[in-house]
């Protein structure tokens, strides 16, 4: 497949390719984070390809943001000649436009922040529903010492409590089987 997009990509005009830029600058990025040496090799020596080089670099501003992740994991491939040749392709970028590949890496380091306070919200959202359950547990023992409800019971009653704003119109729950 890739060389027939690089055959493709020789032969065509600069419009044909405008429409199919965004479409081509992902499968070229999944290529290239491929674990198979061959496909990331490959990929990588698209750049080597002067007709072709040209083409991606006159659209350089929509197609290296969407290569730039993959370009570095990349470097870190199991494959020494795939990891050498991806640093020599990020060296031509740092070369060529130094502007655009450091907004690049700010992009990627804003998408990685923004991650990871993702993820200690929802690190924190679940030790609040732990403590919920932890404290719902404590307070049905101590009020309801002739009662004894099953953990199955304790598990449903705390879904519905997490699922409560999804209550449908007519007031209920779906079923829901724990």
């Known amino acids: 497949m890739l060389q027939e997009l690089e055959y493709f990509l020789e032969l065509s005009k600069v419009e044909n390719f405008e429409r ?93 922040l923004s991650k990871e306070a993702s993820l200690r919200r929802r690190g924190e959202n679940w030790e609040l529903l732990m403590k919920s359950v ?3 547990r404590s307070f049905n023992a101590t009020n309801n010492q002739g009662s004894v409800s099953s953990p199955k019971q304790e598990r449903k009653a705390c879904v519905k409590k997490v699922f409560r704003p999804f209550v449908v119109s007519d007031g209920k729950l779906p079923s829901i089987t724990v």
């Open 20 to 112: 199919i830029m965004d479409r081509v600058a992902i499968r070229i990025a999944k290529c290239m984070a491929s674990d198979h040496f061959q496909v990331a090799q490959r990929t990588l020596l698209l750049w080597e390809n002067d007709s072709l080089a040209n083409v991606l670099f006159k659209f350089r501003e929509r197609i290296f943001p969407k290569i730039f992740v993959s370009l570095q994991k990349a470097t870190d491939h199991w494959n020494e000649g795939v990891s050498e040749l991806a640093l020599c392709v990020l060296n031509m970028f740092l070369e060529l436009e130094p502007e655009l590949f450091t907004k690049c890496i700010e992009e990627v380091k804003q998408a990685q």
């Open 134 to 136: 932890s404290y719902e």
